[in-house]
């Protein structure tokens, strides 16, 4: 059974807002996809997938909308709930990593995303959208892909902690030569966090903080496959999709990308 939470939080972006609305529109999307997926062969919705009601976002700030997040992770989690969350932006991920952590002791983090994410503060913030990743490897180890943006800032906390960041393209481009080496760096059991803005904007358009020259489907598909056939995931989100901004097809791909990531978390 899997517990698919909407969390429809937008309170830290800083350049184009309208996250909030983006667990509707994946939800809405999502009701005209195929059951059958064709990669993996099989019904995906057999597995059972329960949508809860939408968590509120909490006006006491993103600590405490954090907080509301690992509550609710925590109580899917000791259930033995595979757990989806869709977003919302980033910032929704430290509560659901923190919830998982108490859970397996041995989590580590999967983290797809055009920005490094890994300033100590931003704007006066330590919970911000651009210090998520600081926050989450602060909690479990972290494996982040796909980053093509980053402050001096933060290239010098990921040089002085040597932090396995693959910059893209990159010298692993190559998706089989990358999902091996990636997967190889996570533990048995593993969270993954999909910024949608890790696409290229050709794909997916409809994010708050586009990035040109992203990765493509096929290549995040094909490590996202990878990393299900060889560990667990125990838990996934979607961030950052801001319908407003792009094409609806942006709504459809990341409903598609959560259906595979059931499929992928459940095929053992």
């Not at 996570?186 to 903080?209: C, H, K, M, Q, W």
């Amino acid at each position: 059974m899997v517990f698919v939470i909407p969390v429809p939080y937008d309170s830290t972006t800083s350049y184009k807002g309208g996250a909030r609305e983006g667990p509707r529109a994946i939800i809405e999307a999502s009701r005209h996809l195929e059951d059958l997926d064709l990669e993996l062969g099989r019904d995906i919705s057999s597995v059972g997938i329960h949508t809860t009601p939408a968590l509120a976002p909490d006006v006491g700030g993103p600590e405490a909308m954090i907080a509301n997040v690992r509550k609710a992770v925590r109580h899917a989690a000791g259930q033995g709930k595979l757990v989806a969350l869709l977003g919302g932006e980033h910032t929704i991920s430290v509560g659901a990593v923190q919830a998982l952590a108490e859970v397996h002791s041995d989590l580590s983090v999967l983290y797809l995303d055009a920005h490094a994410d890994m300033r100590d503060t931003y704007m006066g913030s330590r919970w911000g959208h651009a210090s998520v990743a600081r926050r989450v490897c602060e909690v479990s180890p972290l494996v982040l892909v796909g980053v093509r943006s980053a402050c001096a800032e933060e290239i010098s906390f990921i040089e002085k902690e040597d932090l396995p960041v693959f910059f893209w393209p990159g010298s692993l481009s190559d998706k089989t030569d990358l999902a091996n080496v990636v997967t190889e760096l996570l533990s048995p059991n593993v969270y993954i966090s999909v910024d949608l803005d890790v696409f290229d904007p050709s794909e997916v358009a409809a994010v708050g903080t586009p990035e040109p020259g992203g990765m493509h489907w096929e290549e995040v598909t094909n490590l996202l496959n990878a990393v299900g056939l060889r560990r667990n995931i125990v838990g996934f989100d979607i961030v950052e999709l801001s319908p407003s901004l792009g094409p609806e097809a942006g709504a459809y791909a990341a409903a598609k990308l959560a259906y595979k990531l059931i499929g992928y978390a459940t095929g053992k």
